[in-house]
Nanobody, 123 residues
Framework: QLQASGGGLVQTGGSLRLSCTSP????????VGWFRQAPGKEREFVVA????????AYADSVNGRFIISRTNVKNTVYLQMNSLKPEDTAVYYC??????????????????WGRGTLVTVSS
């Protein structure tokens, strides 16, 4: 079970940093992705980072504003979210995948999920 944290209420233009940890599971063995689900909408891919951290991939909607990173020492993946917009409001989930990198944006490739953390951006 993964654990996502760091969500909260922030004003438009503000920043938040989400964290994803996995007690009992070594995240270095996995591609880790963040997905989000806004009220009334389907869950969507946000960003992913490869096992060694050398590869990252961003959804167009967040490219240039969000930054994903990982520290294997702390077994943690971070999502730095800058220049937040009201449309970024959603529950954010981190997930871990053993699948191929080319499928990094495919929700079905992720076998392990956290409960999610709510991010609310006020206008």
């Amino acid at each position: 079970q993964l654990q996502a944290s760091g969500g909260g209420l922030v004003q438009t233009g503000g920043s938040l940093r989400l964290s994803c940890t996995s007690p009992g599971r070594t995240l270095t063995s996995y591609t880790v992705g963040w997905f989000r689900q806004a009220p009334g909408k389907e869950r969507e891919f946000v960003v992913a980072i490869s096992r060694n951290g050398a590869g990252t991939a961003y959804a167009d909607s967040v490219n240039g504003r969000f930054i994903i990173s990982r520290t294997n020492v702390k077994n943690t993946v971070y999502l730095q979210m800058n220049s937040l917009k009201p449309e970024d409001t959603a529950v954010y989930y981190c997930a871990a995948s053993n699948g191929v990198w080319s499928a990094r944006d495919q929700e079905t490739m992720y076998a392990h999920w956290g409960r999610g953390t709510l991010v609310t951006v006020s206008s």
